[in-house]
C-alpha cells in the first residue's frame, strides 16, 4: 500500500505548491486537489506532471473543487446542467489519465429532503459510464453533508453497479455517526481508495497518532479484506501547526500497516 498526503492538506497554498509540499514531505503517492478551472488546462497540468515526473510519485486520485457544485450538475431535473457537467467531468478524467491517475473523487448530492437514492443510483451509473470510457473510476467518498453519509446509499451502488469504487474518508464517517467498521463493512471489497486522520472524543480530524483511533484494528481489518489501494492524509489546515505532523503521520502509518502484516502472518 502506497502512502501519502493530499493536497487539500495545505488549503489555500496553490495546487502546485501544495504538490510540491506533499512531495517533500514524504508522500509514496498523491491526490491532487483541483481548486480553480484555470488549473484544468492543458499547460498547468503539464507543470503537474513535470513535478510528479520529477520525484517518481504517484498519482492515485483527483479531487475536483466542482464537488460543491455537484447536486446542481447531476442531481437536479434540468437536463442541460446533467450535460453540462459530463463535459465538465470528462476534463477531469482526461486530466486524471494524463496524470497517470485511476480515481476521480465524487461527493455526490446533498443530504436533504426528497434526495432520491434511486436517482442517486441511476446517476452515479452514468458518470461511472463516463470515467470507464477513459480506463477510469468515479469512486464514491462517505461525506457527511452528503447523501453519502448514510451505508445504505453504498450497498444500493454496489448492488447496480458491479465494478463501483468507494473511498473511505475516516473523519467523515465520524461527522455522519457511523462508525468506520460499518463503513468498511457496506464498501467491501469495492473500497479503492482511503482518506485517513485520527481523532479523539474531542475532535473528528487530528494527525495520526495524537488522537484515540484504534490504528492496528483498523489495519488488522484492511489486511483481512485483502485492501489493495492507497491511503492518503487529508487534515483540515486547523487540524495542525507544522509540517512534522504531517511527517510523522506518514511514517506512523507506515509502521502500523508493516506491524499489521508481520501480527498477521
Not at 455517526?177 to 479523539?200: F, K, P, R, Y
Request: hydrophobic letters at 35%.
Amino acid at each position: 500500500m502506497n502512502i501519502g498526503i493530499s493536497t487539500a492538506t495545505f488549503y489555500p497554498l496553490e495546487t502546485e505548491q501544495a504538490l510540491d509540499q506533499a512531495i517533500r514531505l514524504g508522500s509514496d503517492c498523491v491526490e491532487i486537489f483541483f481548486n480553480a478551472f484555470c488549473e484544468t488546462t492543458p499547460e498547468f497540468v503539464r507543470q503537474l506532471k513535470r513535478q510528479l515526473e520529477a520525484y517518481e510519485i504517484k498519482v492515485t486520485s483527483i479531487h475536483p473543487f466542482t464537488s460543491g457544485m455537484e447536486p446542481m450538475f447531476f442531481f437536479s431535473n434540468y437536463p442541460r446542467r446533467f450535460s453540462d457537467g459530463m463535459e465538465i467531468y470528462k476534463r477531469y478524467f482526461e486530466i486524471l489519465g494524463e496524470l497517470g491517475g485511476k480515481y476521480l473523487i465524487l461527493h455526490g448530492h446533498h443530504n436533504k429532503p426528497g434526495a432520491s437514492m434511486e436517482q442517486y443510483v441511476e446517476r452515479y451509473a452514468r458518470l461511472h459510464q463516463l470515467g470507464r470510457s477513459f480506463g477510469l473510476y468515479v469512486a464514491q467518498e462517505n461525506v457527511a453533508r452528503c447523501l453519502s453519509r448514510y451505508p445504505q446509499l453504498f450497498e444500493r451502488i454496489a448492488q447496480a453497479v458491479p465494478d463501483a469504487k468507494f473511498t473511505l474518508d475516516v473523519k467523515q464517517a465520524i461527522r455522519s455517526g457511523v462508525t468506520v467498521e460499518q463503513m468498511l463493512d457496506v464498501m467491501g471489497e469495492h473500497l479503492a481508495h482511503i482518506h485517513i486522520s485520527d481523532n479523539s472524543p474531542q475532535c473528528d480530524c487530528l494527525p495520526v497518532g495524537e488522537g484515540t483511533m484504534d490504528f492496528e484494528a483498523f489495519f488488522r481489518r484492511l489486511r483481512q479484506m485483502n485492501y489493495g489501494g492507497d491511503m492518503v492524509l487529508e487534515l483540515y489546515q486547523d487540524s495542525y501547526s507544522n509540517s512534522s505532523q504531517l511527517t510523522n503521520s506518514i511514517e506512523r502509518l507506515r509502521r502500523l500497516w508493516e506491524s499489521s502484516e508481520e501480527k498477521q502472518g
